[in-house]
């Protein structure tokens, strides 16, 4: 899991909290096991999903594409289960800092994502204008940003409306989004089918009850308060579900 996102996943005094960690503790009770956490950063999850890490699960805001099923610049091939949430790429800046309402007004400034994401392609400066630059984890580019040295920190919404949480002075850029739905989901080793078609169905079950919505609206009540219909947008159907789940190819 990760362990510098507040919202998602994140861990303070030994306390671990974020919808991801809820998510974690609602499958690991499906396999019938007790978690066990260790913190990855964003750059690792494909790495550690080898079958050689002694890593079972990952639960990090992991976004499912066909590069990541399939094993691409010497990574492991790996499944999914999933989606359990969905969201896009937004942009989060500092609330009382210039003000940004569209694309344009981000042409030309520094805009900061981190190692391990999909987020730095879409903002490539030749097809949005944004001077993009990479820092080596979330939390740099959040700093980066308050002190400056960055006009916006982009990345998934849910990421950052969770960084909001813990930092007031930041806000999301409403209504601007940048490039395709990314969808979560949960990462699981080759050779475990059995386990990732458990863990399917349990997805399946908890998105469509009150415990997704509770689970999601506790731990991002950012996201509650700014988006009157945040059930409709974030949360995956069934046929999301089975379209991305189990698969060596999504669909």
């Given at each position: ?14 306390k ?8 974690a ?25 080898d ?24 990574l ?28 344009d ?6 805009v900061?994502?981190?190692?391990g ?10 097809t ?8 080596p ?15 916006a ?29 990314q969808?979560?989901?949960?990462g ?42 945040w ?21």
């Amino acid at each position: 899991m990760k362990n510098d996102q507040p919202g998602t996943g994140y861990s303070h005094d030994y306390k671990r909290s974020g919808f991801d960690w809820r998510v974690a503790e609602a499958v690991a009770g499906a396999l019938g096991k007790l978690p066990q956490y260790e913190d990855v950063p964003s750059q690792d999850r494909q790495v550690v999903l080898d079958g050689k890490h002694g890593i079972d699960l990952v639960v990090a805001t992991y976004s499912i594409n066909n590069e990541r099923l399939q094993g691409t610049n010497g990574l492991p091939a790996h499944d999914f289960a999933g989606p359990y949430a969905v969201t896009y790429q937004g942009f989060l800046v500092l609330a009382k800092g210039p003000q940004v309402r569209t694309l344009d007004d981000l042409a030309g400034k520094k805009v900061c994502t981190w190692s391990g994401t999909t987020s730095t392609r879409v903002v490539d400066k030749r097809t949005t204008g944004m001077v993009s630059y990479q820092a080596p984890t979330a939390s740099q580019c959040v700093e980066d940003l308050k002190s400056g040295q960055a006009a916006a920190v982009s990345t998934d919404q849910m990421i950052l409306y969770g960084f909001t949480q813990l930092y007031p002075e930041l806000t999301v850029v409403p209504n601007l989004h940048i490039g395709e739905a990314q969808y979560y989901g949960i990462g699981i080793p080759k050779g475990n089918r059995s386990e990732c078609q458990k863990i399917k169905e349990k997805l399946k079950n908890y998105v469509k009850t009150a415990a997704w919505s509770q689970d999601f609206s506790i731990e991002l009540s950012s996201i509650v308060a700014a988006d009157p219909n945040w059930q409709s947008h974030y949360r995956p159907s069934e046929t999301d579900i089975d379209t991305f789940s189990c698969r060596d190819r999504v669909g």
